[in-house]
């Protein structure tokens, strides 16, 4: 039996699980590239006097627990990397054999991780309409944009896909399904849109993926054979399965709550890829493993 497809990916989005500390972002690498066996590594970047009004930027933090400094905006200064910096994580990922990426939340962010060449870049739910940015990225990256879905409508989804291919770059393009919550609960996880997503657009884009913010790893095993079944039946590729990933899910700070610590990435990395070999058709009727029991094992006798 062969797997058509090239095996699904999995993305450990670190974000900003590193608490702004450059040498906890190099040990999550470490860890998801080594003990996990992760395919990406995935940062997030932000401009935040850009991306945030004055008042969203002088505003407490909602939840003061989760707080890095004393405004919305001094929180997430504290956890934000700079360029020279990402250019540190892009090497170890180099040095430990793993993808780097990093999420793009503005304009400013987009022109910087460019000038990086990741083999991918994600706008995320919160900005997938901002076209401005994305158009950027059109003219100005050649790897594979990668975008979710999450708090959008069908609309903004076609109206999303239609821009891509307007500028000849749909082919590059990873369209995922997203329910955006932190954690999501399973019946809000909604697996089978990512069955919509390759019934509207498997065709029209690059790939189909899921971006999951849920707890344990079943429904990304789901995830997968959702998408493997619709790309048996003809209506694209299911390519990538993202999930947040820390060191300790009692740490401070709004996603290590939804996120899977080394254990659960190892595992949800060891399910997705045997899993992944599951998923295919028999090659021939009587497989060779089947052929030994049935040699022994087979009654091949009958009554009138």
Not at 131 to 157: K, N, P, R, W
Not at 241 to 261: Q, V
Request: charged share 25%.
């Amino acid at each position: 039996m062969t797997q058509a497809s090239p095996p699904v990916q999995v993305i450990a989005e670190i974000g900003c699980n590193h608490k702004g500390d450059l040498e906890i972002a190099k040990e999550l690498i470490r860890v998801a590239a080594h003990v996990c066996k992760a395919d990406v590594a995935k940062f997030q970047k932000r401009h935040n006097r850009e991306l945030l009004t004055a008042s969203e930027y002088d505003t407490p933090h909602p939840v003061p627990e989760n707080a890095y400094g004393p405004t919305y905006g001094a929180h997430r200064e504290f956890l934000e990397l700079d360029l020279d910096q990402h250019k540190e994580l892009v090497e170890e990922c180099r040095a430990n054999g793993i993808a780097y990426s990093t999420s793009v939340w503005d304009l400013t962010s987009a022109k910087e991780m460019t000038t990086l060449n990741p083999p991918m870049l994600k706008i995320p739910s919160a900005t997938n309409q901002h076209y401005e940015l994305q158009g950027y990225l059109c003219e100005h990256f050649a790897g594979e944009i990668h975008v979710s879905t999450g708090m959008s409508t069908g609309d903004e989804i076609g109206k999303l896909v239609d821009f891509y291919e307007e500028r000849g770059r749909a082919k590059d393009l990873v369209v995922y399904s997203c329910t955006s919550g932190y954690p999501v609960a399973f019946e809000d996880i909604c697996l089978f849109e990512i069955k919509s997503l390759m019934e509207r657009f498997g065709d029209r884009v690059r790939s189909i993926g899921f971006s999951g913010h849920h707890l344990g790893i079943a429904a990304d095993v789901a995830a997968l054979a959702v998408g493997r079944m619709m790309e048996a039946e003809g209506k694209g590729t299911f390519s990538h399965i993202e999930r947040h990933f820390t060191l300790d899910r009692t740490w401070k700070g709004t996603d290590h709550a939804a996120s899977l610590e080394p254990d659960g990435l190892r595992r949800l990395c060891r399910d997705i890829a045997n899993v992944d070999r599951a998923l295919a058709f028999k090659g021939q009727e009587i497989l060779p493993v089947e052929q030994v029991q049935r040699d022994k094992l087979k009654w091949s006798g009958g009554r009138a």
